[in-house]
């Protein structure tokens, strides 16, 4: 069992930057593979960016590749999205995930089905 925590979430102006942030806890698995999800109400939840706690790359949508950075500090167990130069497109309401499978691609990486653990999901606005 992973359980996953988002906070960070909010409004910011395009062209700013945002950090989330998700708390991580588990007793049973000493490696995971997180990742960061984000959806728009009516469409599909976008893979954003995907990484293994231990060992592994990280993996990036093409929609935010060179804007987001996804880190993972193993001390505090808590992953972290970083965000910069923010467009109004990156609107949605942004998940954490988990899951015990470690994909080899970032078709696999940013899947929803690879994941079975997800967090409740935080809200970033960005206004123009």
């Known amino acids: 069992q992973i359980h996953l925590v988002e906070s960070g979430g909010g409004s910011v102006q395009a062209g700013g930057s945002l950090r989330l942030s998700c708390v991580v806890s588990t007793k049973n698995h000493a490696n995971y593979q997180v990742a960061w999800f984000r959806q728009v109400p009516g469409n599909e939840r976008e893979g954003v960016a995907s990484?293994?706690?231990?060992?592994?790359?990280?993996y990036y949508a093409d929609s935010v590749k060179g804007r987001a950075s996804i880190t993972l500090d193993s001390a505090q167990n808590t992953v972290y999205l970083q965000m910069t130069s923010l467009k109004p497109e990156d609107t949605a309401v942004y998940y954490c995930?988990?899951?015990?499978?470690?994909?080899?691609?970032?078709?696999?990486?940013?899947?929803?089905?690879?994941?079975?653990?997800w967090g409740q999901g935080t809200q970033v606005t960005v206004s123009s």
């Open positions: 995930a988990a899951g015990t499978f470690f994909p080899s691609a970032a078709l696999q990486a940013l899947k929803v089905g690879t994941y079975s653990y």
């Open positions: 990484m293994r706690r231990v060992g592994g790359r990280s």
